[in-house]
């Protein structure tokens, strides 16, 4: 497969896995108390590696609007990477090298270690899409096809953003582009959106008396072409309405049963021309269990433009230009819906700016009652009074919309990043919170999300695959492991049941090392023997 080398590649291609760990500072809660819905002010690079613990292998999906790397420095969310923030982390990673890099090697350098991380926290059956426009798709492309893998890309979505072009421009440019790729294109079913309006208005043109319960209807030949492998069996005679029998000119696309039933359910049509029947299949819009029609999403999106978004946050702040160029909530919506029916799924916009991922999928759970929860994360200072104040006010209503309940998952928490679990020496980090630290020990050793659903007994993380964890911590005091801490928090007064294995951490151990196979023990020490990814 092709990849695609640039200046400081070699610098950030396993960057990911040096960022360290930083806790999540709740701030408030707004709304809905037990609300899932996370904002996070911070760098996305630190912010998707402190998810980690929590969130790997947990998205259902991914939306990112990353800086096109235009050039152009006018904007609020600037849309360029000489942003001083984009600066400073080069010159941390790549070093003096990140001096001499052009706008597009600063550009995947800022994109590569980000994307990495998105992949982990994304689930076996989740999607990730990504806005871009020209002047980096063929290198969002490549670098995806390498982090990705080129087989899991499902499509490049064409984004008709505009009716006309800028006119400066030799040509009229009036789309973007979204790219769409799966985590593992082998958990993905079959993808099926409603029929918009514009489609079923196109499409959905005949009636009849049927049509009353069932709709308009679309008309399909039933004869196969010449591409479909011939089948015997594929030729039996269709009855016409006056009695005659209809034999195909090649072979029909369903077998004798499938159009039997098809008839029964008024399914199939004839028209007649030069005293000739030609059946013909009759797809009305509601199926017969009363469902409106699914079809299979188009590469194209055309009846969603720009303004729309710039509208809607006119409608939210009484000020067109608060964010200039605003994606719409209706594509976000589309975008979802196109990735997963899931109602309870999870969704991630990791470059935030105002908001709109947030509002799309508030929009959606008050549609069909679902229970989708977003995470965005921001790094801008506006992350606050306009990502955030968007959400409330979404929440709230506005220009006399209604708002979305509390009830109905109306309702956000707000984080600013922490301090790092580990200090760069590699201690503990003292000032951070024992149960941080507990998700973040259970999350490196088992690589998946500390989540308790009852307390457990002290020291005690949980048991996987038949390894018990242990984590014996006292900010105060040396914690020693030995026939006491195993008679006191291991054994059967402790209420834990026995495992195969056990993994200790502490800061001594009592135990010689025929000891601890003897009981199956392996120990770590506090803090050497804490691991970073």
């Known amino acids: 497969m092709p990849t695609l080398n640039w200046i400081g590649k070699d610098k950030v291609i396993n960057h990911h896995q040096d960022v360290p760990f930083r806790v999540l500072d709740f701030k408030y809660n707004h709304g809905a108390?037990?609300?899932?819905?996370?904002?996070?002010?911070?760098?996305?690079?630190d912010a998707l590696k402190a998810l980690l613990p929590k969130y790997e292998g947990r998205v259902k999906c991914v939306y990112i609007d990353p800086p096109y790397n235009t050039g152009n420095e006018g904007w609020v969310y600037n849309d360029n990477v000489n942003d001083p923030k984009i600066r400073k982390w080069l010159g941390g990673v790549v070093g003096r090298e990140g001096e001499d890099l052009g706008r597009h090697d600063k550009w995947l350098c800022m994109m590569?270690?980000?994307?990495?991380?998105?992949?982990?926290?994304?689930?076996?059956?989740?999607?990730?899409?990504?806005?871009?426009?020209?002047?980096?798709?063929?290198?969002l492309k490549f670098i995806c096809d390498e982090i990705f893998g080129s087989a899991n890309c499902i499509a490049n979505i064409v984004w008709k953003k505009r009716y006309q072009g800028a006119k400066e421009k030799r040509v009229i440019i009036v789309q973007e582009y979204v790219l769409m790729y799966?985590?593992?294109?082998?958990?993905?079913?079959?993808?099926?959106?409603?029929?918009?309006?514009?489609?079923?208005?196109?499409?959905?043109?005949?009636?009849d008396e049927f049509s009353k319960t069932r709709?308009?209807?679309?008309?399909?030949?039933?004869?196969?072409?010449?591409?479909?492998?011939?089948?015997?069996?594929?030729?039996?005679?269709?009855?016409?309405p006056d009695g005659t029998l209809i034999y195909p000119r090649r072979q029909w696309i369903w077998s004798k049963s499938r159009i039997e039933n098809a008839l029964e359910h008024n399914e199939i049509g004839f028209s007649k021309k030069n005293e000739t029947w030609t059946p013909f299949i009759k797809q009305y819009l509601?199926?017969?269990?009363?469902?409106?029609?699914?079809?299979?999403?188009?590469?194209?999106?055309?009846?969603?433009?720009?303004?729309?978004?710039t509208?809607?946050?006119?409608?939210?702040?009484?000020?067109?230009?608060?964010?200039?160029?605003?994606?719409?909530?209706?594509?976000?919506m589309k975008l979802i819906e196109m990735a997963y029916r899931d109602k309870d799924a999870i969704i991630l916009d990791s470059f935030a700016g105002s908001g709109t991922t947030a509002h799309a999928v508030l929009n959606l759970n008050a549609q069909d009652g679902?229970?989708?929860?977003?995470?965005?994360?921001?790094?801008?200072?506006?992350?606050?009074?306009?990502?955030?104040?968007?959400?409330?006010?979404?929440?709230?209503?506005?220009?006399?919309?209604?708002?979305?309940?509390?009830?109905?998952?109306g309702g956000f928490n707000y984080y600013e990043l922490g301090e790092p679990l580990l200090h760069p020496d590699g201690n503990l980090n003292e000032n951070i919170s024992t149960s941080k630290i507990y998700e973040y020990i259970w999350f490196t050793e088992t690589k998946t999300a500390y989540a308790q659903s009852t307390p457990h007994a002290r020291h005690y993380l949980g048991t996987l695959y038949g390894t018990a964890y242990f984590f014996y911590y006292e900010r105060?005091?040396?914690?020693?492991?030995?026939?006491?801490?195993?008679?006191t928090y291991v054994g059967p007064k402790a209420g834990i049941q026995a495992a195969q294995r056990y993994v200790i951490y502490a800061d001594i151990c009592a135990f010689d090392s025929t000891d601890l196979e003897q009981f199956n023990i392996i120990f770590k020490k506090i803090p050497r023997d804490i691991s970073k990814l």
């Open 33 to 45: 108390r037990d609300t899932e819905n996370m904002i996070i002010h911070g760098d996305n690079l």
């Open 112 to 139: 590569y270690p980000r994307l990495k991380l998105l992949q982990q926290l994304l689930a076996e059956d989740g999607i990730i899409f990504i806005s871009v426009d020209d002047t980096e798709v063929f290198n």
């Open 182 to 207: 799966a985590r593992n294109i082998e958990h993905i079913p079959e993808l099926f959106v409603p029929s918009s309006d514009e489609m079923i208005k196109k499409y959905y043109k005949h009636t």
């Open 215 to 240: 709709g308009a209807y679309r008309t399909q030949p039933l004869e196969a072409g010449n591409s479909m492998e011939d089948r015997i069996n594929l030729r039996e005679p269709i009855p016409a």
């Open 286 to 309: 509601i199926d017969r269990s009363g469902n409106q029609r699914m079809t299979k999403p188009f590469s194209l999106i055309d009846d969603i433009f720009t303004q729309d978004g």
């Open 311 to 332: 509208k809607e946050m006119g409608s939210l702040f009484d000020d067109t230009n608060i964010f200039p160029f605003p994606k719409p909530s209706k594509l976000i």
């Open 370 to 409: 679902g229970n989708r929860k977003f995470i965005l994360v921001e790094m801008m200072d506006y992350a606050e009074t306009i990502t955030a104040e968007r959400v409330r006010r979404v929440i709230g209503g506005y220009a006399e919309k209604p708002g979305i309940s509390a009830k109905a998952g």
């Open 476 to 487: 105060d005091n040396v914690t020693i492991l030995d026939a006491d801490f195993l008679n």
